[in-house]
């Protein structure tokens, strides 16, 4: 079956570090790649998503992820966190023919960020 | 998100009662989504829907069903067979249930048993 597993339940770091935090899937075909964040007490926002071309994505607040298709692996970087970014992040993947329906996202447990400040 | 209305945003059930939550939207997208969040679970997905009138089960659809009747609308009932409702439940819109397509959420419904 399809599964995405991100790595680390819970991430302390300090203003200005860098952060890195893992996802991998497991589906040998087609997929579209996903990272959402939910800031405390907002709803699941999208921060950056993978179709096609460019492996390194970009998205909103100075955060981007890199797709190596070799590894399964789509991780989400981010250069200097600031306290605002204080956060659960989800990683999402979209199989094409896997299952039903080619709309449906299989969700990581999530990661939360804790950023000192 | 923007477009996408949960109702109420706290609700408590008794033992051995029926509750629904809403979810509207005014964005017109064709799909509609219900996950459920638990603490370290992330999300699951309850039931879907891609057009007015047809839906399919999730991963974790017992306990569960809806109806979309129309296409702003897909209520979720949570029964008295679904023995652990105490979740986060968040619905979810995107334009077209495709593979190409981001969803968007709702700011969600807090069911609590009492």
């Known amino acids: 079956a399809q599964s995405v597993s991100q790595h680390n339940h819970h991430v302390i770091l300090s203003e200005a570090a860098s952060l890195e935090l893992g996802c991998n899937y497991s589906?040998?075909?087609?997929?579209?790649l996903f990272w959402y964040v939910q800031y405390p007490g907002q709803h699941l926002q999208l921060l950056l998503k993978y179709f096609s071309g460019d492996p390194l994505v970009k998205g909103i607040k100075g955060f981007e992820a890199e797709f190596i298709k070799s590894k399964f692996s789509f991780n989400l970087r981010k250069p200097s966190v600031q306290w605002s970014d204080t956060a659960e992040y989800f990683c999402?993947?979209?199989?094409?023919?896997?299952?039903?329906?080619?709309?449906?996202?299989?969700f990581g447990k999530g990661t939360k960020l804790s950023v000192k400040p | 998100d923007g477009g996408i209305t949960q109702s109420p945003k706290y609700l408590f059930r008794k033992e051995g009662q029926n509750v629904t939550l809403s979810c509207e939207q005014n964005?017109?997208?064709?799909?509609m989504y219900w996950y459920r969040q638990d603490p370290g679970q992330g999300l699951r997905l309850i039931y879907y829907s891609q057009i007015v009138n047809d839906f399919q089960k999730g991963d974790i659809a017992e306990g569960y069903s809806v109806s979309r009747e129309k296409k702003e609308s897909f209520p979720l009932t949570v029964t008295s067979a679904q023995k652990n409702p105490t979740a986060f439940y968040l619905c979810a819109t995107s334009p077209q249930g495709a593979f190409n397509q981001p969803q968007h959420f709702g700011d969600g419904t807090r069911l609590s048993i009492l």
């Open positions: 999402a993947v979209n199989a094409k023919n896997y299952g039903g329906s080619q709309g449906n996202l299989i």
């Open positions: 964005l017109n997208h064709d799909a």
């Open positions: 589906y040998g075909g087609t997929v579209n």
